[in-house]
């Protein structure tokens, strides 16, 4: 699988405050899919980005992929205490069968 | 559907003894995943069956480590002898195909702590 690189490894933020977490690949993606972990909890499939310049959107949160797909982003307007959270993103290109995860982006939101 | 089922869900054991990990992955689901997670080293891969068959074993750490997927509902993940640098949490997932576009439903995981 390719390298992806997730920023930044933390984020504090004040709960009614957005958040953003960025992916980044050196080469072109594929697909991008992020996941959620919830403290001492597994990681939860949230969605999959295929199309160059995809946006989609699950209530609060806005996923984007790239017009040149090599990079995406996880947007979160108004964070919650709810979302606090580890999010990965992994790459699933074609060709591998097997997807990287990045390292992950925590959120930390403070009441 | 029950999930990706996991057990044990903690395990502490002393260094040197053998330790098995099992997990049931979701029925129909023909990809099963092996991870470990750390604070130092994130989601690593350990191993990835395809139809009961192991494709990539490239992240098993070293020959301490040893894995198994006898049927498609049953695999085991297995330590021996096991070192305090093995403490971590292991995953389990599972996937509806090869294809990596599948998204993966991940086990609660097992929290293994070598003393």
């Known amino acids: 699988g390719q390298q992806v690189m997730q920023i930044p490894q933390y984020q504090h933020v004040q709960e009614g405050e957005d958040f953003t977490t960025y992916c980044n690949s050196s080469?072109?993606?594929?697909?991008i899919q992020w996941y959620k972990q919830r403290p001492g909890g597994h990681p939860v499939f949230l969605i999959q980005l295929v199309k160059s310049g995809e946006v989609k959107k699950q209530k609060r949160l806005t996923f984007q992929f790239g017009e040149a797909k090599k990079n995406s982003s996880l947007h979160i307007t108004a964070t919650q205490t709810t979302d606090v959270g580890t999010y990965f993103c992994?790459?699933?290109?074609?060709?591998?069968?097997?997807?990287?995860f990045g390292r992950g982006t925590s959120l930390i939101v403070h009441p | 559907d029950a999930g990706v089922i996991q057990s044990p869900r903690h395990e502490v054991t002393e260094m040197g003894q053998e330790v098995t990990l099992r997990c049931k992955p979701i029925s129909g689901h023909n990809s099963l995943f092996w991870y470990r997670q750390t604070m130092m080293r994130g989601l690593e891969l350990l191993i990835y069956?395809?139809?009961?068959?192991?494709?990539?074993d490239s992240g098993m750490p070293e020959d301490r480590f040893s894995a198994k997927m006898p049927n498609a509902s049953f695999s085991t993940l297995k330590i021996q002898p096991s070192e305090p640098r093995d403490s971590a949490v292991y995953f389990c997932?599972?996937?509806?195909?090869?294809?990596?576009?599948?998204?993966?439903?991940f086990g609660p995981g097992t929290r293994l702590t070598v003393t």
């Open positions: 080469t072109t993606l594929s697909n």
């Open positions: 069956f395809n139809n009961n068959v192991p494709i990539d």
């Open positions: 997932a599972s996937r509806r195909g090869h294809a990596s576009s599948y998204e993966q439903y």
């Open positions: 992994a790459d699933s290109s074609g060709g591998s069968y097997i997807p990287t």
